[in-house]
């Protein structure tokens, strides 16, 4: 019992790339600008969204609710990596590991589900045009999203506690950036095989069914894209929909990599670097690809600055 209760008492060391402490101060600095990046370009959106009467409708509420859900979601987990790659402390406390693991997953699966909201968006407004002010009323559209944030809330509750109940035998070090389900099993001294049962079982839930039911509704969206006879109804309709898929490719692609493969097994390393993509890449990348090429965001941008200029 003594050792059991010493994690508790002592806290977690996440280890990062301290085989590697050359490397810190670049891993460092690489993190902050895409930290800083990631605050301007998901605050922007969500302002944009709030500010912009244009904007105010289903496909941007949805985007600003992901772009809540990133800051959220780097917040968790980047100023602790921060402080763990500036000093020669690693440490992280029991509670503030715990507090880690169930807000990352829940902001993580939350995020599973909102992708499928929003590619159900584009499929009604792309395959259902006429109807779908009626069938995307603000009733709907807040409904979707309570079950998306709900629905991750409770996955991490269940899956997070069933994690924390694993031996750990007084282990300490967690080789990783963060306190993350993979990360803890790897910690556990016992036998983790109904574990990492019920982990990939959640993450097939969560990532690999999603991920199917968006790529087939966009089967469904390209063949209604191809009978539009405007050369810019079709532009419009490609670019939204292609930014969305590029954030959907990014996100799952990392998550099922980072949570499918076998948690003992799997190679530390790689495990490492890609819970680094999806914690830190992808919430910076989202909201370049959502500006790039979309031309609403764009002009909603311009409009702000010219109010800016006019006012200064």
């Not at 998901?42 to 904007?55: C, F, G, Q, V, Y």
């Not at 990492?196 to 969560?206: A, D, I, Q, R, S």
């Not at 914690?279 to 702000?304: H, W």
Request: hydrophobic letters at 45%.
């Amino acid at each position: 019992m003594p050792e059991a209760n010493d994690s508790f008492l002592e806290g977690f060391v996440l280890m990062g790339i301290s085989d590697h402490p050359q490397l810190e101060i670049i891993f460092f600095m690489v993190i902050l600008f895409s930290y800083l990046l990631t605050l301007l370009g998901n605050s922007t959106i969500i302002l944009l969204s709030w500010l912009d009467a244009r904007l105010h409708t289903p496909m941007y509420f949805f985007l600003s609710n992901l772009s809540t859900l990133d800051l959220a979601f780097t917040t968790s987990s980047v100023p602790q990596m921060l402080i763990n790659l500036w000093g020669p402390d690693k440490t992280i406390s029991y509670g503030g590991c715990v507090t880690q693991l169930y807000v990352f997953l829940w902001l993580g699966a939350t995020e599973c589900i909102l992708l499928v909201v929003m590619a159900f968006d584009r499929y009604v407004a792309v395959c259902r045009p006429l109807h779908y002010t009626t069938i995307m009323n603000p009733r709907l559209c807040w409904l979707l999203a309570a079950i998306a944030w709900l629905g991750g809330l409770s996955n991490s509750v269940i899956q997070s506690t069933f994690t924390l109940q694993l031996p750990l035998c007084g282990h300490r070090r967690v080789d990783n950036f963060l306190c993350e389900v993979p990360a803890m099993i790897k910690l556990a001294c016992g036998d983790t095989s109904l574990n990492e049962v019920v982990l990939n079982g959640v993450c097939t839930f969560f990532t690999a069914v999603p991920l199917s039911v968006i790529l087939i509704s966009y089967c469904y969206i390209a063949q209604a894209v191809l009978k539009i006879h405007s050369v810019e109804g079709q532009r419009k309709a490609f670019n939204t929909c292609l930014s969305h898929l590029v954030v959907v490719l990014l996100f799952y692609g990392s998550a099922i990599y980072g949570y499918l493969l076998p948690a003992k097994t799997s190679n530390q390393d790689q495990g490492k670097f890609i819970s680094l993509f999806y914690s830190v890449v992808t919430p910076m990348v989202n909201p370049l690809i959502y500006t790039l090429r979309n031309r609403e965001v764009k002009g909603a941008l311009r409009r702000l600055l010219g109010k800016g200029r006019s006012l200064g």
